[in-house]
């Protein structure tokens, strides 16, 4: 695919000073952003929970997940930012590591992401079932199993990525055949956006249905705030996967209408690059959702507002374990 398709194309390759402008300068003015946000806002967010959470709720600990994934995606942006301009200079190794390295992080966060849903989802339905991997021992074991599972579906960028160092490119899309290459798509698509999104949706329909019914306005806050992370990240990837989606289009067209192949691929040259810069800030946009909706809370540091906010989602969600599970034994 790839997150960084445009990467096959340096910045001394693009002809003219306009194009430049597109696929190198705008992205890499947008990365620098991202950066400068994403490194001391995620920072923040995991010094906040370490230094508060010695015993750590599931919510909480998917929360941390999360941030140590998207702070080390942004500790890779710097590289990209210095290719996007001039040449990959850092050798093979580094670009294969890297691009493992963005993709291992991504895949991280989408299952964080999805299990957070799925999470309050449980709470809700199956309050006892939860019960067994929101303990600590199961909590460590579905996390171990979110970054094996996210190793494993970042294997191709291991295999398919290398640089060329004579023309100045570092790319994850070094396929031999186009079947290498529509495979590689279709499985990203579908579990890295599809089913996750569909689960999202699901989830969060039911659950919140269910929290108004119960007309719980401290449980809707921090429901709510659950779903803003899910829905910028879901605003942030979804250009990524439109375009993943025409590649994918494009391909399966190739020798029955190869002038449409040709067009499709046409048309995303430009913007591919910007495409994986947006999808970049999937990565510092939840610190700057926890900075408002810490605003709630008065004190004297942003970070003690930090804290004060995930003690409320910490204590949200284990009051609303608590409650559910007492009404589960009074039926019985």
């Known amino acids: 695919m790839a997150l960084l398709h445009a990467t096959e194309i340096p910045a001394n390759l693009t002809g003219t000073k306009a194009r430049w402008v597109e696929t190198s300068l705008i992205p890499s003015m947008f990365l620098t952003i991202c950066f400068l946000i994403g490194v001391p806002g995620n920072g923040l967010v995991v010094w906040t929970i370490l230094s508060t959470f010695p015993q750590r709720s599931f919510t909480i600990a998917l929360i941390l997940n999360l941030a140590v994934a998207d702070l080390m995606v942004m500790l890779t942006v710097p590289f990209w930012i210095y290719y996007f301009v001039k040449d990959w200079v850092f050798g093979d190794f580094m670009c294969r590591f890297l691009i493992y390295l963005v993709y291992l992080t991504v895949y991280a966060s989408i299952f964080s ?50 640089s060329q160092m004579t023309k100045g490119q570092c790319s994850d899309e070094f396929y031999e055949f186009d079947g290498q290459r529509l495979a590689v798509n279709i499985v990203e698509t579908l579990f890295a956006f599809v089913i996750p ?122 009051e609303k374990s608590a409650k559910d599970n007492t009404v589960s034994m009074q039926t019985l």
């Not at 991997?133 to 579906?153: D, N, Q």
């Open 197 to 318: 999104f569909a689960v999202l949706a699901v989830c969060y329909t039911y659950v919140m249905r269910k929290i108004r019914t119960l007309k719980n306005h401290k449980k809707m806050k921090t429901g709510k705030l659950i779903a803003a992370v899910v829905g910028a990240f879901f605003v942030c990837w979804l250009p990524y996967h439109v375009l993943n989606l025409i590649i994918i289009s494009a391909l399966l067209l190739k020798y029955a209408k190869p002038e449409v192949t040709q067009a499709l691929l046409d048309s995303i040259k430009t913007l591919t690059n910007l495409h994986g810069a947006v999808a970049f800030l999937s990565s510092c946009i939840n610190p700057i959702l926890y900075a408002f909706a810490a605003r709630s809370f008065r004190g004297g540091l942003r970070e003690t507002n930090f804290a004060k906010l995930f003690e409320k989602v910490h204590n949200d969600t284990e």
């Open 113 to 162: 992401i999805t299990l957070l849903s799925l999470h309050r989802f449980a709470v809700v339905v199956l309050p006892f079932a939860s019960q067994r991997w929101r303990k600590p021992r199961g909590t460590h074991v579905v996390l171990l199993a979110v970054w094996l599972l996210a190793g494993v579906f970042s294997c191709p960028s291991l295999i398919f990525s290398s």
